[in-house]
């Protein structure tokens, strides 16, 4: 092991034992090493750290900028070593994201895409499906975090979910509608006959009885949603975008109800395990009827604009 790779690796103990995971920072830095080693470097420079940051071709900058912001943390520490380590300056690649708009999935569509699992095959795949989409679109979970369950982190008699090492690590309870609760009530039944002795302990559990993988869901997702004719040159929708619509359904909702709506937005950011409330702000998209809602409680607040 060189000298870089044993820092590399001290580097990432130190940085973990305070509670990072650095699941990224522990595949890259090691390319960064290799990188340097071939370039017969014996310590690293801002220039040699910037033209690995540029190696993977045809990606968007901001890819870049998170490869260099893994050698800039590096640097730092190992500046602290080395004094001729050169620490890369910041803004050297954008770090600007374009958001996609979401498609913001009406009832009715919602219920075109869950009737479409039934014609999945084998039945537990159907049953599956149906539970799954049903429940990230009445939740606004993450997939990820939606396969991720397992059967103990579901609570059918207090109709809880809990979310374990979800996004920035965080753990947090999620309360469902009794009808939500029904639902996977009655899947879970389902499951155990089709399936009484599964190779995995997650809730979801694929046709073989093992946990689902992501890349089999969207492609499931992608099929279903061809189907039903939301998937086309001009329409793109997305699991995610389930999410984005049970965030801005939530707000019409409350707009409807009368409540304070700035108020509670706390709240949906906790349960949507965001980790401050600009970052559910990110999710909501104006459609007709929420704007409308809006500004209909400015009218009533202000009065009519002269």
């Known amino acids: 092991m060189s ?3 044993g820092h590399v690796a001290d580097y990432l103990k130190m940085r973990r034992a305070l509670g990072f995971k650095l699941k990224r920072h522990g595949q890259v830095l090691p390319q960064l090493v290799a990188y340097l080693d071939a370039a017969g470097a014996a310590t690293l420079t801002a220039e040699l750290a910037i033209s690995w940051a540029r190696l993977p071709q045809d990606v968007a900058p901001i890819n870049w900028a998170h490869r260099l912001g893994a050698a800039r943390g590096f ?17 050297v690649f954008s770090t600007r994201v374009d958001r996609r708009i979401p498609h913001l999935w009406s009832q009715a569509e919602v219920c075109a895409l869950l009737g479409a699992t039934r014609q999945l095959r084998p039945s537990l795949r159907a049953a599956t499906h149906q539970a799954l989409f049903g429940l990230i679109a009445v939740s606004g979970l993450r997939i990820g975090e939606a396969i991720g ?9 207090a109709g809880v979910l ?3 090492d979800a996004k920035f690590g965080h753990t947090r309870l999620v309360p469902l509608h009794p009808s939500a609760t029904k639902a996977l009530g009655s899947y879970a039944a389902r499951r155990d006959r089709l399936y009484p002795k599964p190779r995995s302990g997650t809730f979801f559990l694929s046709s073989v009885g093992t946990a689902l993988s992501a890349g089999g869901v969207h492609h499931t997702f992608n099929q279903l949603t061809t189907a039903i004719g939301l998937r086309s040159a001009t329409t793109r929708a997305r699991i995610h ?3 984005h619509s049970f965030a801005v359904r939530t707000l019409i909702d409350w707009h409807r109800s009368g409540v304070d709506v700035a108020g509670r937005m706390a709240m949906l950011s ?5 980790v ?5 702000y990110w999710y909501l998209s104006s459609c007709p009827e929420l704007m409308g809602l809006a500004a209909a409680r400015l009218d009533a607040r202000y009065g009519e604009p002269r």
């Open 270 to 274: 906790t349960y949507l395990g965001h």
């Open 149 to 157: 369950l397992t059967r103990d982190d579901v609570d059918l008699i």
């Open 75 to 91: 640097a730092a520490y190992l500046k602290t070593i080395d004094p001729a380590t050169e620490v890369p300056a910041h803004g």
């Open 241 to 243: 975008d389930l999410r």
């Open 3 to 5: 000298d870089l790779a």
């Open 276 to 280: 401050n409330p600009a970052g559910t």
């Open 162 to 164: 809990t979310i374990r």
